[in-house]
């Protein structure tokens, strides 16, 4: 099998990429930079570095590819969701010029929605123009991903989980090895055909205020979830640089979450094995004391 795999160095595309080799294949990873893959793996992969909003690239990555797992990378666009949607039309154009048969695209819990999610609208709009390939296509619906703590470092070590949600308000949490394994499994898997979604949760849906008080376990020091406004969190990433539009991504991603019932349900299908708690303590604790 030819399998494609794009941000490989990426929290699941590295994972994706490692077990597609420890299963004896040898995936083309699609990667701006070869510097950047793990030079163990590297040899093991046939590399093609370029960008995914290339067209080209991608056309050239993708040529006789039996599967192809596709995760829309962040970009530099004013508006996010324009800029997903854009990175999903070049996706569509490869898949549908070269008749790729499998397409694996991680997409989010909130896509389903279809809008009202903020950046995740982008990932919706991936979804369709994924669909109108003719590929058989897995859309994973991802829960937060664990790997979103790091992101606040600072605020961790003052004992503060910050969110714009309610503290009470749960939702599904997701380590993204997890969801590496789940995409690994579909790829090699090729008994599958037409428009699947499935929904990759995590073990259990927590609040803030249960993840502060199972990360703070882990870390051995007190947290503390703190429900953070709206207008307050805008200031802060305007002042960072962000346009109106980006500010309005980032938001709109918990905004949505207000009320919203997952349209795939916590199932064993949608249920993967790592706790936040051991999460916490084999990457997060580290990185803290970093």
């Known amino acids: 099998m030819r399998i494609v795999v794009t941000t490989p160095t990426g929290h699941v595309g590295s994972r994706v990429v490692r077990l597609l080799v420890?299963?004896?294949?040898?995936?083309?990873?699609?990667?701006?930079r070869?510097?950047?893959?793990?030079?163990d793996l590297r040899a093991r992969c046939a590399v093609v570095e370029g960008d995914q909003g290339d067209l080209a690239a991608v056309s050239r990555a993708t040529a006789g590819a039996d599967a192809l797992y596709w995760v829309n990378p962040p970009t530099d666009d004013d508006d996010p969701v324009a800029g997903y949607a854009r990175m999903g039309e070049v996706a569509a154009a490869a898949v549908a010029?070269?008749?790729v048969p499998r397409v694996?695209?991680?997409?989010?819990?909130?896509?389903?929605a279809r809008h009202g999610f903020g950046e995740i609208d982008g990932l919706?709009?991936?979804?369709?123009?994924?669909?109108?390939?003719?590929?058989?296509?897995t859309h994973l619906r991802c829960g937060y991903f664990f790997t979103n703590l790091l992101l606040d470092l600072e605020s961790v070590r003052s004992g503060v989980l910050s969110t714009t949600l309610p503290v009470d308000h749960r939702m599904p949490w997701v380590d993204p090895r997890d969801i590496g394994d789940v995409a690994a499994v579909r790829l090699l898997a090729t008994d599958w055909t037409g428009r699947h979604t499935q929904g990759v949760h995590g073990p259990e849906n927590l609040s803030f205020a249960e993840a502060a008080r199972v990360v703070g376990e882990a870390l051995g020091r007190p947290l503390t979830a703190v429900q953070v406004a709206e207008a307050e969190v805008a200031g802060v990433l305007r002042s960072a640089g962000l346009t109106d539009a980006q500010v309005e991504g980032v938001l709109g991603m918990s905004r949505g979450q207000r009320g919203f019932t997952p349209e795939n349900p916590r199932e064993p299908l949608t249920t993967t094995p790592t706790p936040l708690g051991a999460w916490a303590h084999a990457v997060l604790r580290p990185a803290l004391a970093a």
């Open 22 to 32: 420890q299963a004896g294949l040898r995936p083309t990873v699609l990667v701006r």
């Open 104 to 112: 694996v695209f991680q997409s989010s819990v909130g896509a389903e």
């Open 97 to 99: 010029g070269n008749a």
């Open 34 to 39: 070869a510097s950047r893959l793990d030079p």
């Open 124 to 137: 919706a709009r991936t979804e369709e123009l994924l669909d109108a390939t003719g590929a058989h296509v």
